[in-house]
């Protein structure tokens, strides 16, 4: 190379490396007259530690938004947005530039022609910075902020970052479509925090908290108008309503975001600063089910702890719009009004629609209800149920086939109007085809390829002129629609309506001091047993308590926090409320509802169960363990079921205590290797503790069987009276209760028919349903099966009790 060449490529050399940060560059500050484009990658804000990134986020083919991530860790095609500026309008790929002009307004323009977004600053000479805090500021040369993006959220609240009256979470439609979706976090005008759905029909309700609670319970305060709420970096999030929760891993300095999925569910996310998986430590909803619109109209939501949850048309529907549930489904059928004769019901076994009900009719028979439905050209079918242990039934009427889900613990059916030409056999159960939640995307994929009017002028204008009218027009039917339901809400607060769910209640951290005197400085002993010691005591309100001193002295506190957080949210007619928590210093302490008629064990041996009370036993507890393994979004294994721990209300409803304590399991799971050693009482235990096999639900299923042939038989399954101890003894010793059943099964089988009552309590005098119960004691056996596989999962033996 000669020099003359050497002295050219020199040259140009020099001129790139001056020139490059020109045209792609990674800035601390943007000031007056500075732009970023979109066709420059490295063109981006970066916070002062590098833990956020501001600049053109892909959402599609050739689409982009501005945005904030997460850019520690570095991340390329999956980072974590937590705010966008025009989510709803991207811009294209070439020639899309974010200003901030001299005369200090932040300007989005779309291919150079179209204004998208603007701060709309005063004139004013200003700088744009991002903070550490992800907060993207726009600030005069005093430091003075004249807008942030802290002040206008999009799906994510960031530590520190105030929700209030002036702004609001809204979701994204799915996954890989980040526009507004249908779910809102809002402050509403009784000053309570809600989580609120707004469909694509303009069908708007509350659905967080439950909306049948009055303003005041669940522990809300509505008398205060501030209106804001926050989260701290520890996990600890605050609201001016008395809403309060902390992560199950509080206390921790971690990357921390509440974002409002595109399920409508709240979910606090952490993780590790060099860590690419968010890990999620809170949620508002453990049930998907329950979030209103999830499947839209005419459809069930369903859950399964392997496949997850699944929406499903009803039968004679069609989905309206494939790949999109949000829309639901549509009828294939014309159903005429006036021939009646032409018109019948499909029965879907425990499905239920929350809410759209004409009216709602105590005490009428199945042929009533459905006379009333066929009456009314606007019912679309009719729910039927028992609420609680009542011998009335209600018959509800529902104009509208929303919020549908199918729940094998659900005591009630609906029954769908559908046209005899159409109709399809009976007892169906709307779950069993449909599809997967999570993979249904919900998919809108921007790609822009737009043609843009000479006059940037004239198109702008009638861009933001349609915007502003949309915009208008959706705000005005969203007021009224809120209104509306509220009114609604209210006027229907009675009690029928606020059976139809089970209510939530507050979750309180108590003092050590608090319940040491609500206890009478522990006096009154109640039950002991392993896991701890239960007093007896008055809360400050005056609610009869039951506190339960835990033998887990050892565990951390972020530790025992993590588990009761989970807890705290299960919440089912047949398991015992828990009203608080006490980790203060190695004080770990439960709070729960008293029970007027103690345990099951104790009423079995004092003689207070006629038949038909142990039957509602075994169906009310079958229904508590059926939710704790499949319809609760934690995988709780109970691992210690015994008549000790199935405690009476009183009206001898059982209730499931102590769930939750022994291990809480990510569905995900299925080994379960993480247990380290035996649990449970010797007598329930199921074999795979025995023969160090995998864990799953199915001991809990082993030891449920157990206390049924308790129940029948009257005969105690404990070996030696022992009580919580773990052990590897043999297991031949544990099964003079299951032989004793079998046996006596086998020399029916050969014969001899009257089995059943050479094995049934001599207590119960012959008073029983001789059909009913030999079905009880079939099912028990299946339940004790030494196979797991060959043993029934709970909600099918809730299935099967049901139909006896």
């Known amino acids: 190379m000669n020099n003359s060449n050497m002295h050219t490529y020199f040259f140009f050399l020099v001129f790139a490396l001056i020139i490059s940060p020109l045209f792609s560059a990674a800035y601390s500050v943007l000031r007056g007259g500075s732009y970023l484009s979109v066709e420059n990658q490295g063109d981006v804000l970066i916070s002062p530690r590098g833990g956020f990134s501001a600049g053109f986020y892909p959402v599609g083919d050739n689409a982009y938004c501005f945005a904030i991530w997460f850019s520690i860790p570095s991340c390329s095609n999956n980072c974590t947005a937590v705010w966008m500026a025009n989510r709803d309008f991207p811009v294209n790929g070439k020639r899309s530039e974010l200003l901030l002009l001299k005369t200090g307004n932040l300007v989005l323009t779309d291919a150079g022609k179209t204004t998208v977004w603007s701060t709309d600053a005063l004139p004013n000479p200003v700088e744009l910075r991002l903070r550490d805090t992800g907060n993207l500021v726009l600030q005069n040369m005093e430091g003075d902020v004249l807008w942030q993006s802290f002040g206008s959220p999009t799906d994510t609240l960031l530590p520190l970052q105030p929700l209030t009256k002036h702004t609001q979470l809204v979701s994204s439609r799915s996954h890989t479509n980040f526009s507004s979706g249908f779910y809102r976090l809002i402050f509403d005008d009784k000053n309570l925090l809600r989580l609120l759905y707004e469909g694509p029909d303009e069908v708007s309700s509350v659905y967080w908290p439950y909306p049948w609670l009055k303003d005041w319970e669940g522990g809300r305060f509505p008398y205060n108008s501030s209106r804001i709420a926050s989260l701290d970096s520890l996990g600890k999030f605050t609201s001016s309503d008395n809403f309060a929760f902390i992560s199950s891993d509080y206390g921790v300095s971690l990357q921390r975001r509440l974002t409002l999925d595109f399920d409508g569910n709240a979910r606090l996310y952490s993780r590790e600063e060099g860590s690419a998986t968010w890990v999620v430590t809170w949620q508002a909803k453990s049930q998907v089910c329950e979030i209103h619109g999830i499947c839209g109209p005419n459809s069930t939501c369903s859950y399964n702890p392997l496949s997850g949850s699944k929406c499903s048309c009803l039968p004679g529907y069609k989905m309206k719009e494939i790949g999109d549930w949000s829309y639901g489904c549509e009828p294939e059928f014309d159903l005429s009004c006036s021939n009646h004769a032409e018109i019948d019901f499909i029965q879907l076994r425990h499905v239920e629609f929350y809410g759209n009900d004409g009216n709602f009719y105590p005490n009428v028979s199945l042929e009533m209800c459905k006379k009333l439905c066929l009456e009314s050209c606007d019912c679309e079918g009719f729910q039927y149920r028992y609420i609680g242990d009542t011998i009335v039934p209600y018959c ?15 005591g009630g059916d609906f029954y769908l109007k559908v046209p005899k030409t159409s109709l399809l056999s009976g007892n169906q159960v709307a779950s069993g085809s449909g599809l997967n939640i999570c993979s249904s995307e919900h998919s809108k994929t921007w790609a822009l390829n737009r043609v843009y009017a000479r006059s940037p002028e004239n198109g702008t204008l009638k861009f933001m002129l349609l915007f502003t009218y949309g915009l208008g027009g959706v705000e005005i039917v969203a007021i009224l629609l809120v209104w509306c339901f509220l009114n609604k809400s209210q006027k229907d607060s009675n009690e029928a309506t606020q059976n139809y769910h089970p209510a939530a209640t507050g979750f309180k951290r108590f003092t050590y001091s608090e319940l040491k005197k609500a206890a009478q400085n522990f006096s009154l002993e109640i039950g002991r047993g392993a896991g701890g010691i239960v007093y007896k005591g008055t809360l400050s309100d005056n609610r009869i308590a039951a506190i339960k001193r835990l033998n887990v002295a050892n565990q951390g506190e972020a530790e025992f926090l993590a588990e009761i957080s989970t807890i705290g949210k299960l919440n089912h007619m047949n398991l015992i409320e ?38 509602e036993i075994a169906l009310g507890t079958a229904r508590g363990l059926a939710y704790l393994h499949e319809e609760c979004l934690e995988w709780v294994l109970h691992c210690d079921v015994k008549p000790q721990n199935i405690l009476l209300d009183s009206n001898y409803q059982p209730k499931v205590s102590d769930f939750g304590l022994s291990k809480l399991l990510s569905r995900g799971d299925l080994n379960h290797s993480s247990f380290s050693k035996i649990r449970g009482t010797r007598g329930y235990m199921a074999p795979e503790w025995l023969f160090n096999m995998p864990i799953t639900s199915k001991v809990d299923v082993y030891s449920y069987g157990v206390v049924v042939l308790e129940m029948v038989t009257g005969k105690s399954a404990a070996a030696a009276g022992s009580d919580g101890i773990e052990t590897n003894g043999a297991i031949d010793e544990h099964k003079s209760l299951v032989k004793l059943a079998r046996d006596e099964m086998i020399i029916a089988n050969n014969g001899v028919t009257s089995w059943i009552k050479e094995i049934i309590d001599p207590k119960l005098k012959g008073n029983y349903d001789q059909a009913k119960m030999e079905a009880l004691v079939s099912v028990a056996l299946q339940c004790v099966e030494e196979d797991k596989d060959a043993r029934p999962t709970m909600s099918t033996v809730v299935e099967k009790l049901l139909l006896v």
């Open 396 to 410: 509800y009427p529902k104009m509208l086939l929303l919020n549908g889900q199918y729940t094998p613990s659900f």
């Open 578 to 615: 828990i009203w608080g928590y006490c980790a203060e210093g190695k004080h770990r302490l439960l709070v729960y509802q008293y029970m007027e008629h103690g345990s099951l064990s104790k009423n079995l041996s004092a003689d207070t169960l006629d038949w038909q009370k142990r039957f």
